[in-house]
Nanobody, 118 residues
């Protein structure tokens, strides 16, 4: 199995920056795509950004140009650098990984709160 632990959330003023980290453990060599989703109260969980095993990123339109996803396979860690934060970025951010063990599976972290104030 794969386990994911997020860190780096917090409270920041609009226009500020935060960096989220997600460290994977377990069958990390089987991880393919890994990324970040977010869920605001009363809303569905949506993709923010993801990155393939070879480092190709994918971003939601709402964060393009502001957020950068990166991956350090040696450290089994994925990062989300968030710049120019807006109040609408406020949400719980979840790390997600797709991996293969007997069949394709998905793992989720516990989530980390990001709050952007005016």
């Amino acid at each position: 199995q794969v386990q994911l632990v997020e860190s780096g959330g917090g409270l920041v003023q609009a226009g500020g920056s935060l960096r989220l980290s997600c460290e994977a453990s377990g069958r990390t060599s089987s991880i393919n795509d890994i990324g970040w989703y977010r869920q605001a109260p009363g809303m569905q969980r949506d993709l923010v950004a993801s990155i393939t095993k070879d480092g190709t990123p994918n971003y939601a339109d709402s964060v393009k140009g502001r957020f950068t996803i990166s991956r350090d396979n040696a450290k089994n860690t994925v990062y989300l650098q968030m710049n120019s934060l807006k109040p609408e970025d406020t949400a719980v951010y979840y790390c997600n990984a797709f991996y293969f063990f007997l069949w394709q599976r998905t793992a989720w972290g516990q989530g980390t709160q990001v709050t952007v104030s005016l």
